[in-house]
């Protein structure tokens, strides 16, 4: 598994995310070069999927994590929308609801992890509530620290429970990410997403960093890894995410389920059915 | 909207699926000479998917009915499918659960319908329980009649409440119901799908026959209309369900919504900010 185990955080690993290159694009010079790549490795990602729902033994769970701009959306638009939205499903998860806020933070996340068969790509995730309090420090340190082993725990679990969990957070530059609000500026169809917190937040750039650092150091384990993304480059984003699923799922050697009857049986049936006169009323 | 219109259930029209040609093609001779329209139908669908996404005032809920190999899971992956799953949810409504049947049949429908901005299609929906039950005859005639007014009830509310209604009933013949199972022998990648009741059910043809026909006829309304495709032919049948989506949601005039910020000053913020010197470790 080249690309997986090339952005894979390695259990243990203390991230920092200067040392890694978000314009990397490894030996790959242009989108043109890689389209057509891309698009074979999102056709096979639809087989493989038709294969994990058919086979309804073990599910996926990827989540999706970046700054603002970073194309989470944009992921799930050009790459793993490839899906056939019958077996998966994208929650995004947003500001948490007064109820969810009652409840301990997996509480809300738990009720979304994909069943048998299912696939499940979350728009942010339970990683996004402890980043949230960690910057803003909602909680003391104690409790945030906590989190962490408690996610840890709940993944394991779900992977004990034939969920397979990938993770992946889109490296891009403080630069790269004012080019994108930028040009949200001049497009219509884009003005709508802007808000006041996107420059707000971009104070917070560093402390945010910091805060994925943490969570992906604390909590790239070997049942659910972490991926850093090198993001800059939306074609190398998605050339890169497309390759480590695919690698993956192809792994996991998904076959179509034997059929469950007496073909030979039914096919004797079939062509007894044949031999009978039309119905009137078709 | 012209596909709308023709092949819409006229409200209070008393169904006769014996008139109505499965392998009916309109002025169409083959799926070549309608594919680059049916793409090009796809792509709309997807462009006003995001519409409705970004308008976030109403949301689009498409029920999908049909016999065994009628063609639900066809529509949903070529049709429905380029929908991006962010905003789109299939739900597949298989046998109730325990819990379900302790409660009415509208309870776990509700719990599924789409939210603003958001696309449901159901796999099999209420009407699914309102079929069964009259063609086993599980529930007594009073019941099962009351059941087709609390569905229109139902679905009016629904509608007053930001929710656009389509259905879709998929007509194939009975010959080409056994053709697709027959095909279904010899294919390993569906041979896991075939059931012994694929073909035990087929002696119940004519009873489903008349239960849709009277499903049709009492819950075809204006604000939740029922549409009968002919289906025997694949690329027809994803033709004219593209087309009726396309030329609905068309007619909704859905427009990105206006910035909710004052762009101007947002896009001083951000010259301002590209003046500033580089993040160190960015």
Redesign the interface.
């Known amino acids: 598994m080249k690309y997986f185990d090339k952005f894979r955080v390695k259990p243990g690993r203390k991230v920092k995310?200067?040392e890694v290159d978000?314009d990397f694009t490894d030996e790959h010079a242009s989108r043109e070069e890689v389209a057509k790549e891309t698009k074979s490795l999102t056709r096979r990602l639809r087989e493989l999927q038709?294969r994990l729902y058919?086979e309804h033994e073990r599910s996926l769970l990827i989540c999706l994590q970046a700054i603002d701009a970073g194309g989470k959306?944009g992921t799930?638009?050009h790459v793993?929308?490839a899906?056939?939205?019958?077996?998966?499903?994208?929650i995004?998860f947003k500001e948490p609801t007064r109820m969810e806020l009652d409840h301990d933070f997996l509480w809300r996340i738990h009720q979304q992890v994909p069943g048998k068969g299912e696939v499940a790509?979350f728009?942010r995730s339970h990683y996004e509530d402890v980043l949230i309090a960690t910057v803003r420090e909602l909680v003391p340190k104690k409790v945030a620290s906590a989190h962490y082993d408690q996610i840890n725990t709940f993944e394991e679990m779900l992977t004990q429970n034939h969920t397979h969990v990938l993770k992946f957070f889109l490296h891009i530059?403080?630069?790269e990410q004012?080019e994108r609000?930028?040009s949200r500026?001049d497009d219509?169809?884009k003005?709508?997403?802007?808000?006041?917190s996107?420059?707000t937040e971009?104070n917070r750039?560093?402390d945010y960093?910091r805060a994925f650092e943490k969570a992906m150091s604390k909590c790239s384990t070997d049942h659910a890894p972490w991926f850093i993304i090198p993001a800059n480059k939306k074609w190398f984003r998605n050339l890169t995410v497309a390759r480590i699923v695919v690698e993956y799922l192809d792994s996991l050697e998904l076959k179509?389920?034997?059929?469950?009857?007496d073909?030979a049986k039914?096919?004797h049936?079939?062509y007894k059915?044949?031999a009978e006169p039309?119905?009137v009323?078709?």
Chains 1, 2 share one sequence.
């Open positions: 995310l200067g978000p038709e058919a959306d799930i638009r793993l929308g899906m056939n939205p019958q077996g998966c499903k994208v995004s790509v728009n530059s403080k630069e004012l609000f930028k500026l219509p169809t003005q709508w997403k802007i808000s006041e996107d420059y971009r750039w560093n960093m179509y389920p034997a059929p469950t009857v073909l039914i096919r049936e079939y059915a044949e039309k119905p009323n078709g």
